[in-house]
């Protein structure tokens, strides 16, 4: 296997520290430290860091706000967290490693249990990188804290009404259907195991170019819509009259 590019930096990210992970993060930190990889950290997780009582600074970390450019980000949790992270607008193109604090590790494959044995190599380039679509949202006047951008799925759904809600998909600029719903779930191929399947959605191969738009309690008895992941850039939400 032809390796990858070697790593000489990295951003890590986490949202929460599971009840005896701190020592194992610590002895990630500590690798990456020794092998010369300049390191920064999200301040979401430095902040978790501190409040443990980790002394951040024996790391040598830098700050994200100096025009940092990691070669990976790590994302330190379940696969709540990588999804998370891969919302980051700075992660943008860059491959995403999530090592498992948590309980859940279909995206965070690499146990924290011996990450810092396997990061090594990894750092020398012994990796591949999967690539996977995102959905960006735009939605005027809204502001997005996390980033407007999604790994698995994007959900429209009703707020503060009791009548469902009509939604109009179009692709661009093509009408594709029309629903009335509680909601509609639009995924990528990586998200139609998670949301969308539980709305009956199709399974789809993570590798697939493609998404699905599957309504949550629909009124009618259509199936779901699939195209590929280009174009779907429009929706419109109406409320029904009266």
Known sequence: ????????????????????????IKEVLSTLFAHGVGMSLTQTFSDLLEESGVNIDQYGLQSPKNEFQPDMVLSMGGDGTVLETASLDAVEGIPVLGINTGRLGFLAHLP????????????????????????????????????????????????????????????DGTFINRYWADGLIVSTATGSTAYSLSCGGPIV?????????????AAQFERQAAGDSFGWNTRHLRRRAG
């Open 112 to 171: 924290l249990e011996g990450a810092s044995q396997a990061l090594p190599s990894i750092l020398e380039g012994a990796y591949v990188v999967e690539s996977r679509n995102r959905l960006e949202v735009d939605f005027p006047g809204v502001d997005f804290e996390l980033g407007r951008h999604a790994l698995n799925e994007v959900t429209v759904h009703r707020r503060d009404v009791a009548s469902m809600i009509r939604i109009s998909v179009h692709r």
């Open 1 to 24: 296997m032809a390796k990858s590019a070697k790593i000489q930096s990295v951003l890590i990210h986490g949202k929460a520290l599971e009840e005896g992970t701190l020592d194992q």
């Open 205 to 217: 191969h993570p590798r697939q170019q493609c998404h699905c738009a599957e309504p949550h309690c």
